[in-house]
């Protein structure tokens, strides 16, 4: 019988963050993880096995959510790499993804581990003035509750996602979005989530992610788009080459979660932080 792990990552608080299933010894078939994330019922879960170099922190993952495999996924790595540093202790792990080699260093702050990852290098590309339109009306939003100042883009950090933001906190949090609308222009735009996303500040944003093409209403916290928005702002010079800022999500659903994220002048991968706690099941 296969052994699973729950956690919740991007929180130190087990009622908080985004729940993840991490299966440590994955010698399964495709078949099988796609049924026991389905099974699991979380956003996605993490399959582990002995990395192509052989060397002892280093491992493969793949990633599956209720419906279908997942090219990468941040909260399920952080799950993931806590898990690994609670038997192997902290440190540096490397785990080879279907997208590239993800480093992820884990720590100890007061007692709990935190993982940062280190994305593969994003991209940023426009979207179609119809795509948008479509994207604006399965949300039920409209061009005018749109923040100008950060316009939309589709952006890269492991998956693709695009990149709305609204003009107020109040928009941002009523969210009632034609989940079967947006899951045919997500599929055909081979989108991962929509990040939603509101500026408080220069260094503080609050994020929403639909991810119908999960099977999932919505993400409680989204680690790649979290990279792909770092990629974004400082694609758009929305932000200066050394930054940290943090991303609020999870709030509006009752699961509230963390995400750090950091971009370094002259390096143009994002890390992402965050806790993770293993949770009882």
Not at 19 to 45: C, K, N, T
Not at 149 to 175: C, M, Q, S
Not at 196 to 217: I, K
């Amino acid at each position: 019988m296969t052994h699973v792990l729950h956690y919740t990552a991007f929180s130190d608080d087990p009622a908080g963050g985004n729940r993840a299933g991490v299966v440590l010894d994955a010698a399964l078939d495709d078949p099988q993880m796609l049924a026991i994330a389905a099974e699991v019922g979380y956003s996605e879960s993490a399959f582990v096995t002995p990395g192509p170099d052989g060397a002892p922190r280093s491992f493969t993952v793949r990633f599956f959510s209720p419906k279908a495999e997942v090219d990468f996924c941040g909260h399920a790595l952080v799950a993931t790499s806590v898990a690994l540093a609670e038997r192997a202790g902290a440190g540096d792990f490397l785990f080879h993804s279907a997208v590239g080699p993800v480093p992820v260093t884990v720590t100890e702050r007061d007692g709990t581990l935190r993982a940062t990852l280190t994305s593969v290098e994003p991209r940023v590309r426009e979207v179609a003035d119809a795509d948008l339109d479509e994207a604006l009306a399965a949300l039920r939003w409209s061009r005018a509750e749109l923040d100008e100042a950060l316009p939309p883009r589709i952006a890269f950090g492991g998956n693709e996602h695009l990149v709305l933001a609204a003009a107020t906190r109040e928009r941002l949090a009523d969210l009632d979005h034609d989940f079967g609308r947006l899951l045919a222009l997500m599929e055909r735009l081979r989108l991962t989530t929509v990040q939603l996303v509101w500026r408080e500040s220069a260094t503080v944003f609050h994020a929403r992610d639909p991810f119908p093409v999960g099977g999932v209403v919505e993400d409680a916290a989204t680690g790649a788009a979290a990279a792909a928005f770092g990629g974004y702002l400082r694609a758009l010079d929305l932000i200066p080459s050394d930054a940290r800022f943090t991303v609020h999500q999870g709030h509006d659903m009752g699961s509230p979660s963390l995400l750090e994220v950091e971009l370094r002048a002259g390096d143009p991968r994002v890390r992402v932080s965050g806790a993770a706690t293993r949770i009882e099941h």
